[in-house]
């Protein structure tokens, strides 16, 4: 009893039902790209990582995964369009649900964040645009992107439609389609990327138009109740950013409420500030919490107290969180119990060692498996 006790006052501990999905905490595993994948194929290592932070009744959302052979920009990144991916998901996804969680997967096009060494051919990476992305300080160099023709477009949408079936098909619960961060999505519904004077450019409606038919595509091949979707309308990563936001992410909400069931609209906050040495979430998600019909999650910057606080108050209904899952395979129990967290390691973040930053994070009672 006194557990039970401790579980009610934890709100990011508390049960939650997400269309027909039991869920029994509100702590998700945010998509995270690990660059473990080698040759855009999922391996057995994954199956440690993912089983190591699954909890019965958790839900945990799988890195972005490419949706075709031009969805990549990163080094040994996941796909879903081939056979063998498929294939080599199925075991993953066996080791999670194992466990009794929920898995689904993040589907993914980069657009034009990649280089000619990732694409097909050497080709030139596709976009809504040929804007290249301003090099930054970073060393990072994107290659001048090719503008899809108006033609093409329905051929991508095509491609998301099919990596959601072949999601299913490998056992994953949903997907989430990645419409954030400047990735391919965003190129197309945000108005410093998006040039184009087809009905794929210009007005809100026409700039999201291509967002909009992958949600329908998807939605029509595996069903609203597996879906979710992931936005950042004041984000500005990538050279992407909106000249007005607000109306971005509620024309979006209003285009996912279209959908039945329409399962989650999972939003990042607008970028963090650093007030006196703390982190201070904007809390900026409210007017499209309000508006979306289904399950609303949040993510960027959350701690055990900031998730709380956001659940207790119904800003969201669940809470994702990114860095400090990863360093944390047990971080559900470390809330509970309020224990000291493990510190993330930057430097593995994005590098290939199937162990290191990867699956020896250690848990609470000093096991890493
Ligand atoms: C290593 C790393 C990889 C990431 N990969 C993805 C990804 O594949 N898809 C995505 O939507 N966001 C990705 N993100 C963003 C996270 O999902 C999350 O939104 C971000 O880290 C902020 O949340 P946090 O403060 O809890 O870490 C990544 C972040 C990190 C640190």
């Keep these: 009893m006194a557990q039970l006790d401790e579980a009610a006052a934890i709100p990011v501990l508390t049960p939650y039902k ?20 080698y040759g855009n194929v999922p391996q057995p290592h994954a199956a440690a990582y993912y089983s190591q932070r699954a909890t019965r009744g958790g839900l945990l959302i799988a890195e972005a995964t490419g949706v075709s052979a031009t969805a990549q920009g990163y080094p040994e990144t996941p796909g879903v369009w081939t056979q063998e991916q498929v294939e080599a998901w199925k075991p993953i996804v066996d080791s999670v649900h194992r466990k009794g969680a929920l898995f689904f997967l993040q589907i993914w096009h980069t657009g034009r964040v990649s280089n000619t060494d990732f694409q097909p051919e050497g080709q030139a990476p596709i976009s809504s645009t040929d804007k290249q992305i301003t090099p930054d300080d970073s060393g990072m160099v994107y290659s001048k992107p ?29 997907v989430e389609i990645h419409g954030a961060h400047g990735y391919l999505l965003e190129q197309f519904m945000k108005d410093s990327a998006n040039d184009r004077t087809d009905k794929y450019g210009g007005n809100l409606e026409n700039r999201c138009r291509f967002a909009v038919e992958v949600i329908d595509a ?26 007005n936001p607000e109306a971005l992410g509620s024309y979006m909400v209003q285009q996912l409420n279209k ?47 900031e998730g709380n606080k956001v659940v207790a108050d119904s800003y969201a209904d669940l809470v994702a969180y990114g860095r400090l899952f990863l360093a944390n395979p047990d971080l559900p129990r470390r809330f509970e119990i309020s224990a000291p967290l493990n510190k993330y390691d930057r430097s593995t973040f994005y590098t290939q ?14 096991q890493s498996a």
Excluded: W
């Design 218 to 243: 998807v939605v029509a091949e595996v069903g609203a109740h597996r879906v979710g979707i992931r936005l950042s309308p004041f984000l500005d990563f990538m050279d992407c950013v909106d000249s």
């Design 146 to 174: 090719r503008r899809l023709m108006t033609d093409e477009i329905p051929h991508i949408v095509d491609d998301f439609r099919r990596a959601a079936r072949n999601a299913i098909d490998a056992g994953f619960d949903g």
């Design 259 to 305: 959908h039945p069931g329409f399962l989650y609209c999972h939003m990042v906050e607008p970028r963090m500030a650093i007030v006196e040495g703390r982190r201070q979430i904007p809390h900026g998600l409210l007017p499209f919490r309000k508006a979306f019909n289904g399950t609303f999650i949040a993510a960027g910057g959350y701690d055990r107290e």
């Design 353 to 366: 060692d199937p162990v290191v930053g990867y699956t020896d994070y250690p848990f609470l009672d000093n």
């Design 18 to 37: 997400m269309g027909k999905l039991e869920l029994h905490h509100r702590v998700v595993l945010a998509p995270l790209t690990r660059c473990r994948s």
